[in-house]
Nanobody, 123 residues
Framework: QVQLVDSGGGLVQAGGSLRLSCAASGSIFSINRMGWHRQAPGKQREVVAAITSGGSANYADSVKGRFTISRDNAKNTVYLQMNSLKPEDTAVYYC?????????????????WGQGTQVTVSS
């Protein structure tokens, strides 16, 4: 079994910062891409940032220059440093990871999600 636990959300004023964390645990053989999505009330879930196992990152245009994604492969953890937060960043943030697990037939890759952490930015 694989589990992702994300944390670090909260209430912050516009212009403030938050750091989200997401740790993967369980029967993990390898972790490929990791990242963050978010979903605001009444809106579809959108990609915020993603990072490969080699550290190559990409971002949504709306967060470029303000958010930084990083990962610690030794800890199976991905982070999202969010600076200069805006009210429009308010959403539930979900981490995800593409993880390989050892199965009878070999290594199987699957997408796993955290439970979500609320980020609220007040104006």
């Amino acid at each position: 079994q694989v589990q992702l636990v994300d944390s670090g959300g909260g209430l912050v004023q516009a212009g403030g910062s938050l750091r989200l964390s997401c740790a993967a645990s369980g029967s993990i053989f390898s972790i490929n891409r990791m990242g963050w999505h978010r979903q605001a009330p009444g809106k579809q879930r959108e990609v915020v940032a993603a990072i490969t196992s080699g550290g190559s990152a990409n971002y949504a245009d709306s967060v470029k220059g303000r958010f930084t994604i990083s990962r610690d492969n030794a800890k199976n953890t991905v982070y999202l440093q969010m600076n200069s937060l805006k009210p429009e960043d308010t959403a539930v943030y979900y981490c995800y990871a593409n993880i390989g697990t050892a199965q009878t037939m070999g290594i199987m890759n699957g997408n796993y999600w955290g439970q979500g952490t609320q980020v609220t930015v007040s104006s």
